[in-house]
């Protein structure tokens, strides 16, 4: 059977086989059998054909809405840990180690850095100095989703406290070029540690400290995937931040 719609939304925008080819960059008897047959193009051509149209992608081809068949591992996926207890601190020191472009932090305090690697804060100075950009932003600790978190992990005013801790560490970094040290507001669902293309989540589960849930090592192997996802969140959560003042 035709595709109707699809037949019907070209009309009025007055394209043809060739120039809707020429514009998603395939066959004109590629475009004719979308038509004439009803053939669905892969996912990224018909979504590329969609937006040329201006016309959603699921009313021209409804068959695309089925879901995809889940892959058993993704390729970004490095390593999981059960739970962050099992890594060492090392881990996390080498990942920051290595970063030669940005290192990122999203967390509500993760104070364990600064106990476990008193230099930290000269390893971030370092990186610094070589050009690599560093983003650190850290709980509120007057945010009532932190303390809403100290509540049902039981830690009562524990994690505000740890909060102001990590900034007291963080803040000889202020002022620094290349570092920029930022408190947040936002219920965090995941502890991120990036730097450059690899990046250790911490999960955080209801009721359960950090150390106790687990983490997953990524390596960014490509555009749109989980990796950049965890980045977009990273940056959205950046955007509300505010800076942390010197004094």
């Not at 009532?144 to 909060?163: A, D, K, L, P, W």
């Not at 963080?170 to 408190?183: C, E, F, K, S």
């Not at 150390?211 to 749109?224: K, M």
Request: proline share 4%; with cysteine; aromatic share 8%.
């Amino acid at each position: 059977m035709p595709n109707e719609r699809l037949r019907s939304v070209m009309t009025a925008g007055g394209w043809t086989y060739a120039t809707l080819a020429e514009a998603t960059d395939v066959d004109p008897k590629s475009v004719e059998r979308w038509v004439n047959r009803d053939r669905t193009p892969h996912r990224t051509t018909a979504i590329r054909a969609a937006e040329t149209l201006g016309e959603d992608v699921f009313a021209l081809w409804p068959s695309l809405r089925q879901a995809r068949a889940a892959r058993a591992v993704s390729p970004e996926l490095v390593a999981l840990y059960e739970q962050r207890a099992d890594m060492p601190v090392s881990a996390f020191v080498d990942l920051l180690q290595q970063a030669q472009e940005r290192i990122d932090v999203l967390v509500y305090a993760a104070v364990f850095l600064h106990e476990a690697h008193p230099r930290l804060n000269a390893l971030l100075s370092e990186r610094a100095s070589d050009g690599c950009q560093v983003r650190i932003a850290v709980g509120n600790a007057d945010s009532t989703n932190v303390q809403q978190r100290g509540r049902e992990e039981r830690f009562g005013h524990g994690i505000e406290s740890r909060c102001r801790l990590a900034v007291m560490h963080y803040r000889p970094l202020v002022g620094t070029p290349g570092i920029d040290i930022r408190t947040h507001d936002t219920t965090l669902y995941n502890s991120l540690y990036r730097a450059d293309g690899q990046m250790f989540v911490n999960a955080h589960l209801w009721g359960v400290n950090a150390y106790a849930a687990p983490v997953w090592h990524l390596r960014r192997s490509g555009d749109g995937g989980i990796f950049d996802r965890y980045t977009a969140s990273f940056d959205a959560v950046w955007a509300t931040a505010q800076p942390v003042r010197r004094d």
